[in-house]
């Protein structure tokens, strides 16, 4: 894969030679959440062929930042995992998310893919840890057919795909209501008194659940008046 540069000695150029090429950010936000298969990859990035998706996979681990590992039993199957350098980049795109939940989305397109376990890593972007002082839990996310966890420890949040062994509070919900939560054009009591998602588990997390992800009010990128 030829290698564009911007021809310029400064950090921030340097790092868009790296990282600045279509689909690669979007391979990283993929292999944050932890080690993917080949086809993981590719059900979650559609319209990324097998062939360039080969060849950004190639590109990384060339770049240092993505490496080829085997999965742990019962899976034992080849797998890409980022390096620690791959990893350093996991503040820059929580910080690329802020940014596109206030000012980049809108309503969902109609050619729009969406994945439910993108949200893992929105958990961690919309986080309050202020929210979270003295409470320790694990949630658990059910949407349709995906899985993931939240684990709350007094102010930092770990969250991962799969399900936990013993979850304090569990989160049910269809695939078209939680992205009208994504979009915040539904709330999660609403989503409950509907049907469209149920929740158990113990009283004082799920009280504390409505609190520990805020997702910033939209702003337009049109010229004019300064938000407040």
Request: charged share 25%; glycine share 8%; hydrophobic share 40%.
């Amino acid at each position: 894969m030829d290698q564009r540069t911007y021809n310029q000695y400064c950090a921030t150029a340097r790092t868009l030679d790296v990282v600045g090429e279509r689909w690669t950010l979007l391979l990283i936000r993929e292999l944050l959440t932890g080690p993917k298969r080949f086809s993981d990859l590719q059900a979650s990035l559609r319209g990324l062929g097998t062939g360039l998706l080969a060849a950004r996979l190639k590109y990384l681990e060339q770049e240092g930042l993505a490496r080829k590992i085997t999965l742990p039993p019962p899976a034992r199957t080849p797998a890409y995992a980022l390096t620690h350098a791959g990893e350093e980049l996991g503040p820059a795109i929580l910080a690329l998310a802020r940014w596109g939940l206030k000012w980049a989305m809108s309503e969902p397109r109609t050619n729009e893919t969406f994945h439910p376990g993108w949200a893992v890593l929105g958990l961690r972007a919309c986080f309050d840890p202020d929210a979270a002082i003295g409470l320790r839990a694990t949630y658990e996310f059910r949407i349709d057919d995906e899985v993931f966890h939240a684990r709350i420890d007094d102010g930092t949040i770990e969250a991962l795909h799969g399900p936990v062994q013993y979850p304090d509070a569990t989160i049910t919900i269809s695939r078209t209501a939680f992205r009208g939560l994504t979009s915040q054009d539904l709330t999660l009591a609403a989503a409950i008194e509907s049907g469209a998602a149920s929740v158990s588990g113990d009283e004082e997390a799920l009280h504390r659940l409505s609190g520990l992800f805020r997702l910033p009010p939209r702003h337009t990128r049109k010229a004019g008046p300064e938000p407040a």
